[in-house]
């Protein structure tokens, strides 16, 4: 049997609205225009603040990429597992699709261009992987 054959497959959900990644100045509040959505995240270091939020009301002067669309692992996975987003971001070397990755408590989460989230989805499915639509809450 192959690594690939034995390795585990994940179930992962696919969200219909489009975000972006914004890049603000180190120490930034959260804008008032950053509005939640399917996955609504805040990173904070010493030399930025980047914001991942719905792309409708992100400033057209700001400074962002997207669109993304969000996939979601399903989970909650253990702490203890590994290689889950390796797995998962391989098909999508393979394929030339860049990704911008964020994890939380319960899950992890990948973002791909707009433009190619049918190729990603069938590149993880190819895999053994599930992409199914997001159910919502």
């Known amino acids: 049997m192959s690594a690939e054959e034995s390795a585990p497959t994940w179930s992962l959900a696919q969200y219909p609205e489009q975000v972006s990644v914004v890049r603000l100045g180190p120490g930034t509040d959260v804008p008032s225009?950053?509005?939640s959505s399917s996955v609504f995240s805040v990173t904070a270091t010493a030399t930025e603040t980047s914001v991942v939020c719905a792309s409708r009301s992100v400033p057209t002067k700001?400074?962002?990429q997207g669109p993304f669309t969000a996939f979601c692992v399903e989970?909650?996975?253990?702490f203890a597992l590994t290689g889950v987003l390796s797995s998962l971001l391989e098909p999508l070397a393979e394929a030339g699709?860049?990704?911008f990755t964020l994890s939380t408590f319960d899950t992890d989460w990948l973002l791909v261009p707009k433009d190619r989230?049918?190729?990603?989805?069938e590149a993880w499915r190819r895999r053994g992987h599930?992409?199914?639509?997001a159910v919502p809450a």
């Open 75 to 78: 989970g909650p996975l253990d």
């Open 62 to 64: 700001a400074r962002q």
């Open 130 to 133: 599930t992409v199914a639509p």
């Open 33 to 35: 225009w950053a509005e």
């Open 97 to 99: 699709i860049s990704v």
């Open 117 to 121: 989230d049918e190729d990603a989805a």
